[in-house]
């Protein structure tokens, strides 16, 4: 219901020169003022299944990461000190981390002290958002995560180019055969409009540049990477294992459903991936987006399934350009 498209309707379209003059606030005070109103005076409801008065909230902000900390007012850089909206954990701290630190993590009582001490570098916080003055909100206790980014544009096209190229130099497959068997691989149906591009040298030179592939393309590899190419790769390989366990890791975490008991083991799967990538790629360090998967595990115990966080913001740029097809959005 969340993610279909005739239940996502438009509430305010900004041009980026206004919000850089005016700033993220300035744009949510009328949206802070009408939801307020809403929930004081609510809505009058008369239907077959229900009549009375509703009164509407916000639960929870979705989005992707940067526009998120735009929002919620954390800070704009991934490079910051604090870089973290869940946790408090130093990047130099972060860059080696293998699982959540729960006496890092951010809520009301850190947020207003980090608020009173006005210093970016030391908090990660660069202002108190509008959004905290709505009723029973706190972007404290907004758990949304951005699976799109975190893991299809930031850890999978990561480690994929670092375990092909191990692979390709240890003599496995070469390049040339790998990208026949991409071309020639029959994805079927579902991913008949999704499939990957062919691979480049250089791309796999660089692993923390572009990819080459969007981030539906980098699902439909890497998920397909074993039908591909694994009976070229022996059994117990090391840079092999750590495919299969981020591939482990992306089903629960898109999972429809996920028990209390599968939400622990997540969390114990991605501390093994995490040291397994330190282990083997020595001169690597955890970027980011693989820190804020250690708090998927408790994200999925507060919010439940992530995988509703995640459809409705890659959809959502449709409907816009449906009803301004001049513009281009971001």
């Keep these: 219901m969340q993610s279909s498209l005739n239940n996502i309707h438009l509430l305010a379209l900004v041009n980026s020169k206004i919000l850089s003059k005016y700033g993220m606030d300035a744009i949510l005070y009328q949206f802070v003022e009408d939801m ?9 409801i008369d239907c077959p299944d229900y009549s ?5 909230q916000l639960f929870q902000v979705i989005g992707d990461n940067l526009g998120l900390h735009n929002m919620l ?28 630190d729960v006496g890092l993590l951010r809520d009301k009582e850190s947020y207003n ?31 949304a995560v951005d699976i799109m980014h975190d893991i299809f544009e930031g850890v999978a096209p990561l480690e994929v180019k670092l375990i092909l190229e191990q692979l390709i130099n240890d003599g496995h497959f070469t390049l040339s055969e790998l990208n026949h068997k991409i071309s020639s691989f ?28 969007s981030a539906a393309q980098m699902m439909c590899l890497t ?13 117990n390989n ?8 981020l591939l482990d890791i992306i089903k629960l975490i898109m999972s429809a459903s996920i028990s209390e008991e599968e939400s622990f083991a997540l969390g114990a799967m991605i501390r093994d991936h995490h040291g397994l990538y330190l282990k083997i790629f020595p001169h690597m360090h955890l970027i980011p987006k693989h820190h804020f998967l250690l708090h998927y595990p408790r994200c999925i115990k507060l919010l439940g399934p992530l995988q509703q966080c995640n459809v409705a913001t890659e959809s959502i740029p ?3 350009l449906q009803l301004f097809p001049k513009y281009s959005v971001a």
């Design 36 to 44: 307020k109103d809403l929930y004081l005076h609510g809505i009058s």
């Design 52 to 56: 009375g008065v509703v009164r509407p």
């Design 73 to 100: 007012g954390y800070a704009g850089s991934f490079s910051a000190n604090y870089y973290c909206r869940f946790c408090k954990m130093h990047r130099s701290n972060a860059a080696g981390a293998l699982q959540e």
């Design 113 to 143: 002290k980090d608020i009173a001490t006005a210093d970016l570098t030391q908090t990660g916080l660069a202002r108190s958002s509008l959004l905290n003055y709505l009723p029973k909100y706190h972007v404290s206790q907004n758990f």
């Design 186 to 213: 029959n994805y079927g149906f579902t991913d008949s409009k999704s499939h990957p591009s062919l691979i480049q040298s250089s791309s796999i030179a660089n692993p923390l540049g572009a990819s080459g592939q």
């Design 223 to 235: 998920f397909n990477l074993p039908l591909i190419i694994g009976h070229k790769v022996p059994e």
């Design 238 to 245: 090391n840079f092999w294992e750590l495919l299969l366990l």
């Design 318 to 320: 449709e409907i816009f």
